[in-house]
């Protein structure tokens, strides 16, 4: 009976998860042990030395402590400058993707650590367009002939909203892919696999983006990442699908589907279209042998020095609390419990009955202490078995090697040189392995950017418009190029030094270096070319094949390609005879003599000149000055009528003020003559009253003179 697709999938991964069965228990003790989550929290456990995290924090960082650098390079170290051209976007579009994006920063931390902790790391590289929609143009349906006007008219009318699809932007993301949701087809060696899957947790609204509503509603929500529900986290809170997604060399096509479900959910040809077929390369393997592909783990090889190391470490943590002052006393005397209590410096503690005290042997033969010698020699054994035993470990493990290349300041540069080059050789190894981990995920990014990303897209990550003028022209080759089989025109390495902190002054050094070989080989080959310009091509090629070994020249190899081709360009122009020297010597006389009357006839049309412009420039200053002068009696003529004018003007205004001041004065001194005779007329008209009051008061006196005498 023939079996269907999901039943051969199926059987495929029940085959992998018997083979590492085994193996993912133990790699989830092993991550256990690093998170130190072996300790019941319930429960008085024993002292205990985290070797396995010390060795991690420590392996880490020296084989990959910084994002990689890519090396893309012509395949041939021909000069091809549409090569040099295209090497160079693909270069500054792969470094863009790396620093702008977080994934593959992360996408490597978490690789190389499972590879220090359960002996595999995996990375899985994928293309990912985002697209937006977009209102189709007016002008988006063409009409033909033979469509008709009415048709034309409904599928152009108003009530249509035609759109489609552009690409927004573009990217090829890294993906980390958990040790425990990798699998592949049991294989003795990682040439040989044929199927590899990984499994995705997804959400309901992730499955009806990803395969629509219809098929993400018969995909049961059954399951959720383990390492989430293994630490305390409720399996409900975290129901998600589990889906499979396993490519097939074999088949060269891609499926879908839940483990849970008998069918296959969706199914795709090859999507991405790179030389291997798989979207991951060979994950990053601790312990290997040539008959499987279960790595063993580092912790594995030194698992029972580190569990000796647990017991000294506990053994050590009691004889640290056994160190401490013990002892019996005679009863007879409570003082000496205080001795051990109050004592301080120059403090005596009196003893009652001294004489019985003294006869009994005093404080020797009162007290007695339990010796503190045997334990602390004990202890101190212990510290140095526990030293022997890390040693042993690091011997296993390669960070003795580390160890070995601590320097002192006292050491010679040629000793540091020598340490260096003995510790780092099995580190070199470790490293080499994680480069080549970063170059496989560097080139299947390189080759679904060349085939799949848009030109724009390549030349705005490249930041195409700040290379050269000469480069801009070769951009349209280089696109071509890179379209066209990226691996087998071009060469692309991660270097395992580009992986971890270095030196700074060793950068300064090889440019340094770079810059006196450069320097004395050209001043070498000048006058050698000067005397020989036949050789110029030759020492042309010898400076290339030289600057071709400094990978600090890469920079400025486009500049150096183009300085040196012009040197060799004007070395094979055709040469000009040489002249004859007494030829050479009357051409020199007579153009010497030429340059003589040149000279004289230069002197004596300046002298023409100069006097031309002096006599013209007098006539135009006498004309200037005439000028001046007309100019200076206008304005005399002119201010002078002026001034006759204001002049008489202000005559006019005096004599109309004077006859104003004339007018007010009569006016004032008649009214001052009107005021001065009715004055007169009022006091003479008060004298003739007074002297009609007199004379009544005289008469009244009189009567009444009169009247009294009567």
Request: hydrophobic share 35%.
């Amino acid at each position: 009976m023939t079996e269907t697709p999901i039943e051969k999938y199926l059987n495929v991964i029940g085959a992998y998860d018997n083979e590492f069965k085994k193996w993912e228990a133990r790699s989830a003790k092993i991550v256990k042990r690093y998170r130190d989550d072996n300790r019941s929290q319930n429960s008085n456990e024993t002292a205990k030395f985290n070797i396995l995290w010390s060795n991690v924090q420590t392996l880490v960082p020296a084989v990959y402590s910084k994002l990689p650098m890519a090396d893309v390079s012509r395949r041939f170290g021909d000069n091809d400058q549409v090569g040099r051209v295209a090497s160079q976007i693909i270069q500054r579009a792969i470094d863009y993707e790396i620093e702008h994006y977080p994934d593959f920063r992360a996408t490597m931390k978490n690789a190389v650590q499972d590879r220090f902790l359960g002996g595999r790391g995996v990375a899985w590289v994928r293309y990912e367009p985002h697209l937006i929609e977009r209102d189709m143009p007016e002008d988006g349906l063409q009409v033909t002939e033979d469509t008709d006007e009415e048709d034309a008219a409904n599928e152009t009318g108003p009530e249509t909203n035609q759109t489609y699809e552009e690409i927004e932007y573009e990217c090829a993301p890294t993906d980390y892919v958990h040790w425990k949701d990798f699998g592949h087809s049991v294989a003795r060696t990682w040439e040989e696999v044929t199927v590899v899957w990984r499994w995705a947790y997804m959400t309901r609204e992730a499955l009806i983006e990803r395969f629509g509503e219809e098929s993400a509603k018969k995909i049961p929500l059954d399951s959720g990442p383990q390492t989430l529900t293994s630490y305390g986290q409720s399996s409900k809170e975290h129901t998600r699908a589990k889906i499979c997604e396993l490519w097939d060399k074999e088949s060269g096509k891609v499926y879908w589907f839940s483990k849970n479900s008998n069918y296959i959910i969706d199914e795709r040809d090859d999507p991405i279209e790179v030389e291997g077929f798989f979207p991951c390369g060979k994950p990053l393997y601790a312990t290997l042998t040539s008959d499987s592909l279960v790595p063993v783990p580092d912790f594995v090889l030194y698992q029972d020095q580190a569990t000796e190391l647990d017991i000294l470490s506990d053994r050590i943590d009691g004889l640290v609390k056994a160190l401490r002052v013990r002892g019996v006393y005679d009863a007879s005397q409570p003082t000496l419990q205080r001795l051990l209590t109050e004592g301080d410096n120059n403090t005596l503690i009196p003893v009652d009955k001294w004489m019985a005290f003294s006869e009994k042997g005093g404080l020797k033969g009162s007290i007695d202490i339990l010796p503190l010698d045997v334990i602390a020699s004990t202890l101190i054994n212990c510290y140095k078995a526990r030293e022997d035993i890390k040693s042993q470990i690091y011997e296993i493990t390669g960070i003795s090697d580390i160890i070995r290349g601590q320097t002192s300041a006292s050491e010679t540069a040629t000793a540091q040189q020598i340490k260096g080059q003995y510790a780092g050789l099995r580190l070199r190894s470790m490293q080499e392995e994680v480069a080549l981990f970063a170059s496989s995920l560097i080139k299947l990014k390189a080759q679904i950017m060349c085939t799949k990303f848009q030109p724009q897209t390549l030349l705005q990550y490249a930041s195409a418009q700040q290379m050269s003028q000469a480069d801009q022209q070769l951009i349209p080759q280089a696109i071509e190029l890179l379209k066209d089989s990226p691996l087998s025109n071009f060469r692309i390495d991660v270097e395992a030094d580009s992986l971890v902190q270095l030196d700074e002054d060793q950068n300064k050094r090889n440019r340094v270096e770079f810059l006196q070989a450069f320097g004395g080989f050209l001043g070498q080959a000048l006058p050698v070319g000067r005397e020989s310009p036949e050789m110029i091509p030759m020492l042309v090629e010898v400076m290339k094949f030289g600057i071709g070994a400094f990978k600090q020249a890469e920079p400025i190899e486009g500049t150096l390609d183009a300085a040196l081709e012009q040197m060799k360009a004007a070395s094979q122009q055709p040469k000009q005879p040489q002249p004859d020297p007494e030829q050479m010597k009357m051409q020199a006389q007579q153009q010497s003599d030429q340059m003589k009357m040149q000279a004289q006839q230069q002197t004596d049309q300046a002298r023409l000149q100069a006097d031309a412009q002096a006599a013209q420039m007098k006539a135009q200053i006498d004309v200037q000055a005439q000028q001046a002068r007309v100019q200076a009696d206008m304005q005399i003529e002119q201010m002078k009528l002026q001034a006759d004018a204001q002049l008489e003007q202000m005559r006019q205004q005096m004599k109309m003020q004077e006859l104003q001041y004339l007018d007010q004065f009569n006016r004032y001194k008649a009214q001052l003559d009107s005021s001065t005779r009715i004055m007169v007329a009022e006091i003479s008209a008060k004298a003739q009253v007074d002297k009609v009051r007199e004379a009544e008061e005289a008469a009244n006196t009189e009567v009444a003179i009169v009247l009294g005498q009567a």
